[in-house]
């Protein structure tokens, strides 16, 4: 099971760090990756970490301004959003892939949050 939380109601500028908790699952074994979704929009990836924290993968769109982290022994994986902007709201999922390729796609995706909101005003 994964839980999302931290999300909320921001203003340009602000930082937000999103929570998956994770229950009954390894944590070092999954490949773990953030993905998000706007209204009247597919579902997009935001940031991704490798089994074991070996590698860290961003989009174009977040990358110098997200960090992606794991903690094992607090079973979590973490999404540090700084320099927040209106283009960055949408919901919010934690998503783990457990076959051993990481990969970017939403599909390849075997386990979900429920997702968190993230609402960034101008």
């Known amino acids: 099971q994964l839980v999302e939380s931290g999300g909320g109601l921001v203003q340009t500028g602000d930082s937000l760090r999103l929570t998956c908790a994770i229950n009954g699952l390894a944590v070092s074994r999954y490949h773990w990756s953030w993905f998000r979704q706007a209204p009247g929009k597919e579902r997009e990836f935001v940031a991704g970490?490798?089994?074991?924290?070996?590698?860290?993968y961003y989009s174009d769109s977040v990358k110098g301004r997200f960090t992606i982290s794991e903690d094992n022994p607090k079973n979590s994986v973490y999404l540090e959003m700084n320099n927040l902007a209106p283009e960055d709201t949408a919901v919010y999922y934690c998503?783990?892939?457990?076959?051993?390729?990481?990969?970017?796609?939403?599909?390849?995706?075997?386990?979900w949050g429920q997702g968190t909101q993230v609402t960034v005003s101008s």
């Open positions: 998503a783990a892939r457990s076959v051993v390729y990481w990969s970017a796609a939403p599909n390849d995706y075997d386990r």
């Open positions: 970490i490798t089994k074991f924290g070996e590698d860290t």
